[in-house]
């Protein structure tokens, strides 16, 4: 147990739909990182929140949205979901994002059908 | 910008026999490295790091990397293969964006270990 912990593992839904992954950082982390990670783009840097703010963006579509609450959980909202937004959502933390590294969930995988 | 390149999507190795799995970096600045290991339906997991100071870095199950500067290379190697050794292996290069350190993984590399 990473001490990240991420839900549901596991999502089937429509396209059109919208869904919400939920992750809990490690004890003590204040910053959570959003990944997708497919076979055709590999692990793609979605977005970073630093305790409850955005810090850095990465390559996320206009139709994803994330937050993190003031208790430092984090969720990830897809909406208007198309096949290809089906892949695996990571959700990492760390202390600071700085040198330590990343502590990575178990992820959502996400189905659209 | 960076950017990560490792060689080879799937390495096959006996049991016994040395790992080498191998990353190549770019960065505009002094890189953090970072290596992680993903078993089937798991997230990613630190093997090891390079930071600052000592270029060869160990780190869990045995695996060891060698930043060189030179080469802007950070390949990954443990001496002998164990079965459990078989996953998928991420290489990552850290920089500095906007305040905070946001790592580009590399396209992954398929250990295979062969009885």
């Known amino acids: 147990d990473s001490g990240v912990t991420q839900t549901p593992k596991h999502l089937i839904t429509a396209t059109g739909q919208r869904v919400t992954l939920r992750c809990s950082p490690r004890s003590g982390d204040l910053s959570v990182y959003w990944y997708q990670q497919s076979l055709d783009q590999g692990l793609q840097f979605l977005i970073q929140?630093?305790?409850?703010?955005?810090?850095a963006k990465g390559n996320i579509l206009e139709r994803f949205s994330a937050q993190q609450f003031p208790d430092l959980h984090s969720e990830l909202n897809l909406s208007s979901l198309e096949l290809g937004d089906s892949a695996l959502y990571f959700c990492?933390?760390?202390?600071?994002?700085?040198?330590?590294?990343?502590?990575f969930g178990s992820g959502t995988r996400l189905t659209v059908v | 910008a960076q950017s990560v390149t490792q060689l080879g999507s799937h390495v096959s190795v006996s049991e016994g026999a040395l790992v080498l799995l191998r990353c190549n970096y770019s960065?505009?600045?002094?890189?953090?490295l970072f290596w992680y290991v993903q078993y089937p339906n798991q997230g990613l997991q630190l093997l090891l790091k390079?930071?600052?100071?000592?270029?060869l870095v160990k780190g869990i199950n045995g695996f060891e990397a060698e930043f060189k500067k030179s080469e802007t290379s950070f390949h990954l190697t443990k001496p002998s293969a164990h079965m459990s050794d078989a996953a998928e292996y991420f290489c990552?290069?850290?920089?500095?964006?906007?305040?905070?350190?946001?790592?580009?993984f590399g396209r992954g590399t398929s250990l295979i270990v062969h009885p």
């Open positions: 390079y930071t600052t100071g000592a270029t």
């Open positions: 990492a933390s760390s202390a600071d994002g700085s040198t330590y590294g990343y502590t």
């Open positions: 960065s505009s600045v002094p890189p953090y």
């Open positions: 929140y630093y305790n409850g703010e955005e810090r």
């Open positions: 990552a290069v850290s920089d500095h964006t906007g305040g905070s350190y946001i790592p580009t």
